[in-house]
């Protein structure tokens, strides 16, 4: 016989898990314990009926062959009689509570409810419920996750959710059931919980510890912990104490990521998850209960994010007596919303936004100082404040950047941008160890160890050290990428001194760039670059670069996924820095620019961006390639060296037309040649790439040949002899009168001093009328083996000068033509020309 358990006090998830596996297992019983969680006792009062299920007294115990628990992963939780069970009885495991993992009767996955995992094995034997079951199963999904706003949520409840959206769910149910109002009892033991409660502060989090003993048992404890949790808008995490009657009830909930109840609950005997767990301590006094979890409570904060961890450094700061005007060419150049200001004594004295900028444009005051529009009441934090002060202060004063202070110095600043920054990094966490995997498995051991030795250099040094960009995308990519450079957060060059000081070998320093290339002792090379920020005079221009912070670094990237970094300093390494999703945009194969004026600054973007979805098999993002297609006038100012220089790399990973039709989708051909290329055109270039060695001036020539202004187009392209030679061969040829009635030796007579290489692009061309002839003649011309040359003329008694050339080209057309075979019969035919000519004079 074959049972089918959840906890004791179940609720809604246990519940309906309980009714999904019943899906799967037909033949099993369903065995519930009497007691119910008070959220689903209103339900189970009406709905109980519709379901068959057994109390635990109606079991027979010894007879059960297999265990199905579900919600839960301990027997011991399910308070059934185990000692009645036949010995190693099997069990088979659904569940979403820590340690998660797989196996052939284990199924315990990271989902924000165990309803989620049984609903993808409904939809899999595509088996059909009834509405009371979509109900049910909805009601166990929006109560476990919180109505998906639990830490816990993952995309497959979101989409469990759409499927029995699909099915018929009745979201009143839902509302009805997952957020009852409390009773009368409830609401006495809520009032006495809140009045009972004392705050911890621990390392920058509020803990709330409430307590109260009562001689009967009641429900509802967990909702009555979210209830207060939900009250008290300061705390970060709750724990609540209740003694009823002989026993001691554990409720744990949090709304900080910083905190996790897992190791802490679990010493207690108890289970659940990171931010909401429970226990049950037997036979223990209130007294004793609230001590141990005092003594506990540091065990649940998990270290601090400190604003020296976070923010942005160095800072970039105005002086108090530079103009509005300059305030607001400094915000455009480098896109801040603000600057700290500083006195001549370099001591901060206010803050300017870009709202007191605009303010003061408006009313012509921008030759007017800094200082008469700055905000002088200013709100600063040590280095050492931890995140959640952060957060705090930027609520309470409504303010968007806190600078950050040492020694009465600005070190830093910290924007809402590092702080979503920080929050999506933490969302990476899982990753770090299989990063470090990936790099040992991509590096030497001699190089990570010397990336190791760096980051350690870089922690004693003061500065931060990062792997940034192209080798980031390749290692998630499990790409080859040789090019390992570290970015420094501070002084590049004299970090790279400090390694060589320290380790010997020497350093090549090119101060104009902020750069360094150490090479060790053991001839390895490594360049050490200084994070920078970059920003354009005017569109299409070159950047002017200046000394920056890792984020600023990583802004002036191209696209999200060349935009992440990844941490080798010792405290952090392995750590992901992603500020733009990059990672997210790899796994859905997409391009994408950071900010909107991506390509109006760069057009070369624009081709940077066909070349990695080239490379790559990727699409670009709907709006980047909205972006690139309204980019033509700053396309149309690059030089023609920089446009070809983009278009040789496009074509150096060009296997087909793909980045050549992106190109015509994204509007370029149609700004470099005001006309969109024709159906032939895109003929002849595919005909070009079948041959080897096809030069992407052809590909160029071939798409611009059919307009009439074609030779002024192409001009602009003529960037070296070989491709001015070849234009001044295609003119020739096409200045000639040549069809498919003349003879091969005509051919040869006409086209002997064009080169293979035109005519065998005018030959691929569609609209040429005699492609057939002129392939033949180019043919024979390659495979022609002279039957004679200009040393055999002389043995035969002729003086070298012109006529030498003359016969031996009309030899040519003859072999051509194949009315010459043999070397006698060229001879013979020579002999009788000569004899000709010396007849004729």
């Known amino acids: 016989m074959k049972v089918i358990l959840s906890h004791q006090n179940i609720d809604f998830d246990g ?6 596996a019943k899906k799967l297992y037909p033949d099993a019983i369903l065995a519930i314990s009497d007691k119910l969680d008070r959220s689903v006792t209103p339900y189970m009062a009406i709905y109980r009926d519709l379901f068959q299920f057994s109390s635990y007294q109606d079991v027979h115990w010894d007879t059960v062959t297999t265990l199905i628990l579900v919600d839960v992963a301990s027997i011991s939780r399910t308070g059934i009689p185990t000692d009645e069970l036949i010995d190693d009885v099997p069990i088979k495991i659904y569940d979403h509570h820590p340690p998660f993992t797989y196996q052939t009767n284990h199924q315990i996955e990271e989902v924000g409810a165990t309803v989620t995992l049984l609903i993808e094995h409904l939809i899999n034997k595509n088996l059909s419920l009834t509405k009371d079951e979509v109900n049910l199963f909805g009601l166990g999904l929006y109560s476990d996750t919180g109505n998906f706003t639990f830490h816990s949520t993952t995309s497959r409840d979101f989409e469990a959710a759409a499927f029995l959206m699909k099915n018929g769910l009745d979201i009143e149910i839902v509302n009805r059931f997952v957020t009852p109002v409390l009773t009368e009892g409830e609401q006495q033991l809520f009032n006495t919980l809140f009045k009972s409660q004392t705050t911890h502060y621990l390392d920058g989090l509020h803990i709330i510890i409430a307590s109260y003993e009562q001689d009967r048992f009641q429900n509802g404890l ?59 301590l037997k036979n223990a006094t209130l007294e004793e209960s609230v001590a141990t979890v005092r003594k506990q409570l540091a065990t649940i904060i998990e270290k601090a994010v400190l604003a020296e961890d976070i923010m942005s450094s160095p800072v970039k700061t105005i002086r108090e007596d530079e103009k509005i005007s300059d305030a607001k060419e400094a915000m455009i150049r480098f896109g801040h919303t603000g600057f700290p200001v500083l006195n001549e004594d370099s001591q901060l004295v206010g803050i300017i936004s870009r709202r007191d900028v605009d303010k003061a444009m408006h009313h012509r005051y ?17 280095h050492t404040a931890t995140m959640e002060e952060i957060q705090r202060d930027m609520m309470t004063h409504n303010i968007g950047r806190i600078p950050i202070m040492g020694d009465d110095k600005v070190v830093g600043i910290v924007s809402r941008s590092n702080i979503i920054s920080h929050l999506q990094k933490n969302n990476l966490k899982d990753s770090k160890s299989d990063l470090i995997e990936k790099l040992k498995g991509t590096l030497d051991s001699e190089q990570y160890q010397l990336l190791s030795l760096i980051g350690k250099e870089a922690d004693r040094f003061g500065v931060k050290a990062y792997l940034v960009g192209g080798f980031v995308r390749d290692l998630f990519l499990e790409r080859p990428n040789e090019d390992v450079d570290v970015v420094i957060e501070g002084d590049g060059i004299g970090f790279a001194q400090t390694l060589a000081a320290t380790y010997g070998g020497e350093v090549n320093p090119h101060e104009t760039f902020g750069t360094a290339t150490w090479t060790t002792e053991n001839h390895l090379k490594i360049d050490i670059v200084t994070c920078r920020t970059e920003y354009y005079e005017e569109s299409a221009a070159l950047p002017t670069v200046k000394a920056s912070n890792i984020h600023e670094d990583l802004t002036r990237r191209d696209f999200t996924i060349n935009a992440m970094a990844l941490s080798i300093s010792e405290h952090s390494f392995g750590e992901l820095l992603d500020d733009y999703q990059g990672l997210k945009d790899l796994k859905a194969k997409k391009i994408r620019i950071l900010h909107p004026m991506s390509f109006v600054e760069d057009p070369t973007r624009i081709f940077r961006a066909v070349r990695f979805a080239t490379r790559f098999g990727y699409n670009l993002d709907k709006e980047t390639a909205r972006l690139a297609k309204e980019a033509a006038t700053p396309l149309g100012q690059l030089s023609q060296t920089r446009l070809l220089h983009e278009l040789f790399l496009i074509h150096e990973e060009a296997a087909d037309l793909t980045p050549y039709k992106m190109l015509e989708d994204l509007n370029v051909w149609n700004t470099l040649f005001g006309h969109q290329p024709r159906k032939s055109s895109w003929k002849h270039v595919e005909n070009l790439l079948t041959k080897p060695n096809v030069d992407v001036f052809e590909v160029i020539l071939a798409l611009c040949l059919p307009l009439s202004s074609w030779e002024t187009l192409i001009t602009s392209f003529i960037t070296t002899a070989k491709s001015k030679s070849y234009v001044e061969g295609l003119k020739s040829f096409r200045a000639l009168q040549l069809d498919s009635t003349n003879r091969l030796n005509d051919w040869h007579e006409l086209l002997h001093g064009i080169k293979d290489d035109v005519l065998e692009f005018i030959s691929l061309d569609p609209l040429y009328p005699h492609q057939a002839t002129l392939q033949l003649y180019l043919k024979k011309r390659r495979e022609l083996t002279p039957l004679l040359t200009g040393h055999d003329l002389i043995e035969l008694g002729l003086k070298p000068g012109p006529s030498f050339r003359e016969l031996l080209l009309s030899l040519e057309s003859k072999q051509i033509e194949e009315s010459l075979l043999t070397k006698n019969e060229a001879v013979e035919w020579v002999l009788k020309e000569v004899n000709k000519i010396e007849a004729s004079h």
Do not use: W
Not at 15 to 20: F, L
Not at 374 to 381: H, S
């Open 222 to 280: 967990s909702s009555l912990t979210e209830k207060l949790l939900d009250t008290s808008s300061a705390a970060d995490g709750i724990i609540v104490i209740v003694k009823m009657g002989k026993h001691v009830h554990i409720v744990c909930r949090a709304s900080s990521s910083r905190i996790n109840f897992q190791n802490f609950i679990k010493n207690l005997g108890g289970g659940g998850h990171t931010q909401a767990a429970s226990a049950m």
């Open 366 to 382: 921008g030759h007017a100082p800094i200082k008469g529009y700055m905000t002088r009441d200013i709100i600063t934090l040590p």
């Open 15 to 20: 519940i309906a898990s309980m009714i999904a």
